[in-house]
């Protein structure tokens, strides 16, 4: 049995992403593309053993597991090339452990949104600090904050462009415990991941301490989020869209407080730990029921050698 975390059996990066762009061009299970572009860390020669490794372990796990497990169905779509026999693939998506439930409070959260995560393009840095722009260009005088909570490579960039917006704090890297707390206090959390996650994570733990995600409408986000029923969801990669979102927010406070309490629903009831638990207890029970002939080969021989 194996579970699926990234795009790895078929992307050299294993995340289908290239030049700030989702690229598939190597989704069809040939790696050439990949060697190519020289995508495992830039070197056309150090991607070429990646490749091949891909390619030796896709034809093992193809004779020798008995169950495969994507974390999302977007994620098991966009890896369909494996061609793995579909009475074997299930999708779990991760747990996610939450803090305690929210105590009800008759006050509002503050009036701010918070983007926590790796600061980079990956995750939609850029396209974040457009959106910012472009809402405040359209409301000036608006009171919404926006907190950063994180660090990478683009951190300096950050705190360069935080330094002219008076809206906007940067709070960095900070223990697991205090970026829940800043979360928490927050109307909702912005993701503006440009590769498509095969798990949206921190939309997932926004959920859990009752607060509505923005994120965008490509990967995993689609299946996870409900858009206005416990989050929204924008047009991916477009800052105008994400932007608008900010404004709806802006506009109306109250309907993302409401959004938060279904979002925490929603977390109790699709991402609980327990829920979890027994359905990954359930894939092992089908997966010891149903061994495949490969396995049982490659055993007897061990076995007798």
């Known amino acids: 049995m194996a579970t699926f975390h990234n795009y790895r059996l078929l992307c050299a990066t294993g995340d289908f992403f290239r030049a700030g762009q989702p690229c598939h061009d190597c989704a069809t299970g040939i790696g050439m593309p990949g060697v190519q572009h020289g995508c495992y860390r830039g070197s056309h020669l150090a991607t070429i053993p990646v490749v091949a490794a891909n390619a030796a372990h896709r034809s093992a796990w193809q004779r020798l597991l008995s169950a495969y497990v994507f974390i999302s169905a977007s994620q098991r779509d966009l890896m369909s090339a494996l061609e793995l026999p579909a009475d074997r693939v299930f999708v779990k998506h991760n747990l996610v452990v939450s803090p305690p439930s929210p105590a009800p409070s008759p006050r509002l959260p503050e009036h701010q949104v918070t983007y926590v995560g790796r600061l980079d393009a990956a995750k939609g840095i850029p396209l ?16 919404l904050r926006l907190v950063v909570v994180g660090a990478g490579p683009m951190e300096d960039a950050v705190r360069a462009w935080a330094a002219h917006h008076p809206s ?15 979360l928490g206090r927050s109307l909702a959390a912005v993701v503006t991941s440009q590769w498509e996650e095969t798990f949206g994570l921190v939309a997932v733990e926004a959920m859990a301490v009752g607060v509505a995600p923005i994120a965008p409408d490509r990967g995993s986000f689609p299946e996870l989020i409900g858009d206005s029923a416990d989050g929204s969801l924008y047009r991916a990669g477009d800052p105008t869209s994400l932007a608008a979102a900010l404004t709806d927010l802006d506009r109306d406070p109250q309907r993302y407080v409401e959004l938060g309490r279904r979002a925490r629903a929603s977390y109790e009831r699709r991402f609980q730990p327990e829920a979890n638990l027994d359905q990954l207890l359930d894939i092992y029970r089908f997966a010891m029921a149903h061994p495949v002939e490969g396995l049982q080969r490659a055993l007897r021989t061990s076995a007798t050698g």
């Open 128 to 143: 974040l600090m457009q959106s910012w722009d472009a809402f405040r260009a359209q409301s000036p005088s608006s009171a």
């Open 168 to 182: 906007v704090e940067v709070v960095g890297l900070v223990p697991r415990d205090k970026a829940v707390s800043v």
